[in-house]
């Protein structure tokens, strides 16, 4: 296992056009968060996953956001309708537990909405 | 609502200094904190977790403390070199076991 993986590394989309990201946690991980950061900011928390089950989401995301995981395994993140405000780092993280023991990050998907 | 600071915001030392960087937060019940390490336009690499058992933590020239009372953790880095250069990160469980609060980070610049 690699660890996490995120894909693409890099997306440029026009205003209004909908994209979607992927994240493979590492395998044995049951639960995969998403995180977005802007630039000069720490990452914040977009919502959270144990095993298929998504548990929590935060109100950064908004009805034009949408997060799946549908077997448990890879999450996907869309974005409809994007807005020039959506252009950001979205990290995916996984662990094994509950807390910060075993975090691990992927290198993330750098958004850019022009 | 866990709150996490970091301060100062930027850094820019000699190499060879040794340094400190500051992490504040506001809930004391943390149970544990991670200090992360980011390179531009990157993800988070983990570089210390301390539990909430444990004063510190070592890895290397990195030194990480925990001061639940005051609320309050450290990193130290040793004989900084310019591949230290990056930003800095801590992070604490923050409104439930799920989600993790980040401060916004400490950028380091090591002067050769």
């Known amino acids: 296992d690699t660890g996490v993986s995120q894909d693409p590394r890099h997306k440029i989309t026009k205003r209004g056009q909908n994209v979607t990201f992927r994240c493979d946690p590492i395998?044995?991980?049951?639960?995969l968060y998403w995180y977005r950061q802007t630039l000069g900011q720490g990452p914040e928390f977009l919502t959270y996953?144990?095993?298929?089950?998504?548990?929590?989401k935060s109100r950064l995301l908004s009805d034009r956001f949408s997060a799946e995981r549908p077997k448990g395994s890879f999450s996907t993140l869309e974005i409809q309708r994007t807005e020039q405000g959506d252009s950001a780092m979205y990290l995916c993280?996984?662990?094994?537990?509950?807390?910060?023991?075993?975090?691990?990050f992927g290198s993330g998907t750098r958004l850019t909405v022009v | 609502k866990q709150e996490v600071t970091q301060i100062p915001a930027a850094l820019s030392v000699p190499e060879g200094e040794n340094l400190v960087l500051n992490c504040s937060f506001t809930?004391?019940?943390?149970?544990?904190l991670q200090w992360f390490r980011q390179d531009p336009g990157k993800g988070l690499t983990s570089l210390l977790l301390?539990?909430?058992?444990?004063r510190e933590q070592t890895s290397g020239r990195l030194n990480a403390s925990l001061d639940k009372s005051s609320g309050r953790s450290t990193l130290y880095i040793a004989a900084s070199q310019p591949g230290d250069s990056a930003t800095y990160l801590c992070?604490?469980?923050?409104?439930?076991?799920?989600?993790?609060?980040f401060g916004t980070g400490t950028k380091l610049q090591v002067i050769p």
């Open positions: 993280a996984s662990s094994l537990g509950a807390g910060l023991d075993g975090y691990t």
């Open positions: 395998s044995e991980h049951n639960r």
């Open positions: 996953f144990q095993n298929e089950a998504q548990l929590e």
């Open positions: 809930d004391s019940a943390i149970y544990n």
């Open positions: 301390i539990q909430s058992s444990q």
């Open positions: 992070a604490g469980p923050g409104g439930g076991y799920q989600k993790v609060t």
